[in-house]
């Protein structure tokens, strides 16, 4: 198999309940080692197409391929290649975290001899160590999800399926999670993540892909990555004349007021910054500070949700 | 080891467990023991007789019953659908782990069965009454598990309430063989079984048809377990078991001149070889059962006559309703019958088309909008034109129904089949309009 091929290849993929189709003809490929947000507003399709990914679901036509494996004709195959986190995380609470984990590798084919180590590597990364004989029923909600996510990682997978991965965790295990993803593309695994928390993927997403009503409006690159980073201007005192003084600075576009602020994208350096600044204090205005703006990806799922919504109108 | 059936063991032969069972087996043997007048071994073994059955029946089937539907309600089934295990692995795990505390319980007490009967019967004989009950055990918590896996791959999402009570399929199957055994226990195997026109030994005879429903039963359990891996099955196994369910019951009905005859009378006329009657009346029975049992929801025809329409016979094949499969075998058997000029052909004939027709009304009302009680309602409108209806119509015109509602026996294959044909293409034509109207195209966007 050829490494250039694409981690997942979604061809045509049309999904029905008996009552809407959730997918129409859905195609896009994922790169291999990318972070790719999955976003869309409730009832797009995002746990319907990540479980006909992970062949849970079987689509009406369609093709999907996980790391060259085609999911609807090999699907035990196919999920030796892939770990798929639900919003549910599905775990015995009557088995204790080690054997949680024995089970999961067991299950995914992994060789007896070497399940001890496997598990004792994973237990480690997903600092599980210290719980190896806790019951998984008195495990809390953060130390739950951390197995859930070490059981499907256990087998190594090269693509990982995450449905709403923060959903319910308290800040301190969100921002771990944030750093395990980070870890994780780091070691070149394809991850794939729906969750609705979008300035939460915005930290480690290389792509995004929007999907609404079942289909797919949009696959590109975040911006952050190389593009002009958002700024947030904050201006003691009326906000309406701001946009037009920033957008008078060279290398400042796409300014609008938002929440008390003026949001603006700026490919200046921080001398450039510190130009611009001067630039508005001479221009009257009472800044109050400049911050970078972190809802980076959230700003582009709306700003192309909105220019659908215009579309369809 | 199988990691599923390490689990079960983890969680179902507890320290505690292991200790206690053999601790009150023993305080119950010593009871009776002690309580025997000389034949306490005799004692202890009808004991055991009935706490096999207790255990391995009752709880037995109850654990394997809720071997697939815990782990739906509790979440935790589409973690086992995303391992790699295969179905076999997974089917013969759950079958083996899910009672494997039963199996601790009942396997000494099996062995006493055995050692108390070898008190009054041949050792072997008495070895052979526990294997027989050991295999009814097997039956009833494989009929258990495949009750679980069926109610966990229909459409309407599980709910607690419709899993309970599950095992009592376990239970009832278990009911034939678990009289005949127990009374075989006592009273001795009883005279020989006449089966196609030969003499079987009657426990042999029951030890094998337990053996082979068991084994259909689990490659039942295999057919399901793999559609829930999202495996595609073929139809070839639904069709060796309803084969093998014709044959089964054309063995008791086979007369071939030497020994007396099961004999079946219809309109007046002698069937003195019913044999092929009665495999036909197996066919539709069973496709009566799984026209009920199946899932019958749009989106899974849809996909079948799109990959016919592709051209893809193998996966349309694999997508085709069960029932379906009924009907050719059956027509076969009427062929045969309508060859021979068996007095059953005109039932055979008519039966047949009025199966055509009441899947239609099945399908009919299963294509409807509001499909949450469609085989309930469809069970209640087939209550009616088979019993109410006629009845009424025969109390006010003084004529019988026969051919009209419900199958002919006399009058001839075609007279028979007519009124029946006409009825079940009708239905069908609504079928076909209910299905062109609503579902054949692709639904609304969601």
């Known amino acids: ?313 | 080891m199988n990691p599923e059936l390490q689990r079960y063991l983890w969680l179902e032969l507890t320290p505690h467990r292991l200790v206690a069972a053999p601790v009150i087996l023993a305080g119950i043997f010593t009871l009776v023991w002690l309580g025997s007048n000389g034949d306490a071994l005799d004692h202890m073994g009808t004991v055991a007789y009935w706490v096999v059955i207790a255990v391995g029946v009752l709880w037995g089937a109850r654990a394997t019953s809720e071997a697939v539907t815990s782990e739906v309600l509790e979440g935790t089934w589409d973690q086992q659908r995303l391992s790699s295990l295969s179905p076999w692995s997974m089917t013969w795990a759950k079958l083996a782990g899910a009672p494997a505390f039963t199996w601790y319980v009942c396997a000494p007490c099996l062995a006493l069965v055995a050692i108390g009967g070898a008190t009054r019967m041949a050792p072997a004989d008495a070895a052979a009454h526990a294997l027989l009950l050991g295999l009814v055990i097997l039956f009833a918590q494989a009929m258990g598990l495949l009750a679980s896996l069926h109610l966990a791959s229909r459409e309407a999402p599980l709910a607690r309430r419709s899993a309970l009570g599950l095992h009592v399929v376990g239970l009832v199957t278990a009911v034939p063989p678990l009289l005949y055994s127990v009374n075989a226990y006592h009273q001795g195997w009883g005279g020989p079984v006449v089966w196609f026109g030969s003499e079987w030994h009657p426990g042999a005879f029951v030890f094998l048809s337990v053996g082979a429903f068991a084994a259909w039963t689990v490659v039942g359990c295999l057919r399901l377990m793999g559609a829930e891996l999202q495996l595609r099955n073929t139809p070839l196994a639904w069709t060796g078991f309803v084969v093998f369910c014709m044959a089964y019951a054309a063995g008791w009905a086979w007369h071939d001149g030497r020994a007396p005859a099961t004999v079946i009378e219809i309109n007046g006329v002698e069937v003195v070889d019913a044999s092929l009657l009665c495999a036909h009346g197996v066919a539709l029975a069973l496709g009566y059962g799984m026209l009920f049992l199946e899932r019958k929801d749009p989106v899974s025809l849809r996909r079948m006559l799109a990959d016919l329409g592709r051209g893809s016979v193998r996966e349309a094949l694999e997508g085709l309703p069960l029932w379906t499969l009924t009907l050719p075998l059956a027509g076969a058997v009427t062929a045969a019958l309508i060859v021979d000029g068996s007095p059953a052909a005109t039932l055979g004939a008519s039966s047949l088309v009025f199966f055509a027709r009441d899947a239609g009304i099945v399908m009919f009302l299963n294509l409807g909008r509001r499909r949450a009680r469609a085989d309930a309602a469809a069970l209640l409108y087939l209550v009616l034109l088979y019993g109410l209806v006629p009845a009424i119509l025969a109390a006010a015109t003084g004529v019988s129904m026969a051919g009209w509602l419900f199958p002919d026996v006399a009058g001839g294959v075609l007279p028979g089949m007519s009124s029946g044909a006409v009825q079940a293409v009708a239905v069908w034509l609504l079928v076909a309009a209910r299905w062109t109207r609503a579902w054949a195209g692709p639904p609304a966007a969601g």
């Not at chain 1, 979008?198 to 690159?221: F, H, K, N, V």
């Not at chain 1, 700026?266 to 510190?274: E, K, M, P, S, V």
Request: charged fraction near 20%.
């Open chain 1, 1 to 313: 198999m050829a490494s250039a091929a694409p981690a997942i290849a979604v061809r045509d993929l049309v999904f029905d309940y008996p009552a809407h189709r959730a997918l129409h003809g859905v195609s896009f490929s994922v790169a291999r080692g990318s972070v790719t947000a999955l976003v869309g507003p409730n009832g797009a399709g995002k746990t319907t197409l990540l479980s006909c990914i992970a062949a849970l679901l079987r689509p009406l036509s369609g093709a999907v391929q996980v790391d060259g494996v085609d999911m609807l004709a090999e699907p035990r195959e196919g999920h030796r290649r892939i770990g798929y986190l639900k919003d549910f995380y599905g775990l015995y609470d009557s088995l204790t975290v080690a054997q949680s984990l024995w089970h999961a590798a067991r299950g995914q084919g992994i060789d007896p001899a070497n399940c001890r180590g496997v598990v004792e590597r994973v237990a480690a990364d997903l600092d599980l160590a210290g719980l190896m004989q806790a019951q998984v029923g008195a495990l809390s909600r953060g130390q739950r999800q951390r197995l859930a996510i070490a059981r499907t990682l256990v087998h190594r997978p090269p693509v990982l399926l995450l449905d709403e991965p923060a959903s319910g965790l308290d800040p301190e295990a969100r921002h771990d999670l944030a750093a395990l993803m980070r870890r994780l593309q780091a070691d070149g695994v394809t991850l794939l993540v729906s969750s609705h928390i979008l300035a939460e993927l915005a930290e480690y997403s290389t792509d995004m892909m929007i999907i609404r009503d079942g289909r797919l409006l949009e696959q590109r690159p975040v911006s952050h990555r190389g593009d002009a980073p958002l700024l947030r201007l904050e201006v003691a005192g009326p906000l309406d004349r701001v946009p037009d003084v920033v957008t008078r600075f060279p290398g400042v576009s796409v300014a609008r007021v938002e929440d008390g602020a003026v949001v603006f994208a700026f490919d200046g350096d921080a001398r450039g910054r510190a130009a611009l600044l001067r630039a508005c204090v001479e221009s009257g205005l009472a800044v109050s500070g400049l911050t970078q703006a972190g809802a980076t990806l959230q700003d582009e799922y709306l700003r192309r949700v909105r220019a659908g919504e215009e579309q369809a109108w």
